[in-house]
């Protein structure tokens, strides 16, 4: 059973691009969360969805920052007009469908590197 | 979710147990305990969470205290890939309709096993 797979694992962006990082997560599993991690910090929560739904994203930054998890297809977290303050390691993580009201932990991918430059 | 504190750092020789503390004094009855590492640039790793009585499994050991105001991770035989940063979490489990679930990570306790 594949874990949880993001790309691209290292992403080289010039500012003012547009970055999409993409997560598949585990099989079974249809709740992902994104954290973004900048340097010598801790991680952040960010936003959680489930198919076709953003269920919290009170840590997403309120402006060029995006995310969806469509029906079919990964999870993708799109930032536009990079900044260098941009510059992290976001990682996505996911769980699977709770049915009784109780989350499971959450298993984490191995990150994607943004630098913007 | 309750506030954790853990300290900055701990050293480990090689096979001997790493216990690492963690104090959580707000902890409330429907918050579980949970674990995570992060290895070197490597994504969090879940390790084992409880509730109230005392866990154990491949990766390690968790000990609650009856009032549960704290918890002590061990890891039975640390080897060098042992070396982490070890994040102790509480987390209400019971949520009601799609509430907030993100984790909350501190600063944790970076474990680093000298050979």
């Known amino acids: 059973n594949a874990g949880v797979m993001q790309n691209p694992r290292h992403l080289v962006r010039r500012r003012g691009q547009e970055a999409r990082l993409r997560c598949s997560p585990m099989?079974?599993?249809?709740?992902v969360y994104w954290y973004r991690q900048l340097p010598e910090e801790g991680l952040k929560f960010m936003v959680y969805?489930?198919?076709?739904?953003?269920?919290?994203e009170s840590g997403m930054p309120k402006e060029r920052f995006s995310a969806e998890f469509p029906k079919e297809g990964p999870s993708i977290l799109r930032i536009q007009q990079v900044v260098r303050g941009d510059s992290a390691a976001y990682f996505c993580?996911?769980?699977?469908?709770?049915?009784?009201?109780?989350?499971?932990?959450?298993?984490f991918g191995p990150g994607t590197r943004l630098t913007v430059t | 979710d309750a506030k954790t504190t853990q300290p900055p750092s701990m050293d480990c020789a090689e096979g001997r147990a790493a216990n690492l503390p963690c104090n959580h004094s707000?902890?409330?009855?429907?918050?579980?305990v949970y674990w995570y590492r992060q290895i070197h640039s490597q994504g969090p790793q879940y390790i084992i969470h409880?509730?109230?009585n005392n866990e154990t499994n491949e990766m390690a050991s968790l000990i609650i205290t009856e009032d549960r105001k704290s918890s002590t991770l061990i890891l039975p035989h640390a080897t060098l890939r042992d070396t982490a940063v070890y994040y102790c979490?509480?987390?209400?489990?019971?949520?009601?309709?799609?509430?907030?679930?993100?984790?909350?990570f501190g600063k944790g306790t970076h474990l680093i096993i000298q050979p």
């Open positions: 409880g509730l109230k």
């Open positions: 707000t902890i409330s009855g429907n918050e579980y």
């Open positions: 993580a996911s769980s699977p469908w709770e049915t009784s009201g109780i989350s499971y932990e959450q298993y």
């Open positions: 969805l489930q198919k076709e739904n953003i269920i919290d």
């Open positions: 979490i509480v987390r209400d489990l019971m949520y009601s309709g799609g509430g907030a679930d993100g984790l909350t």
């Open positions: 099989k079974g599993h249809s709740h």
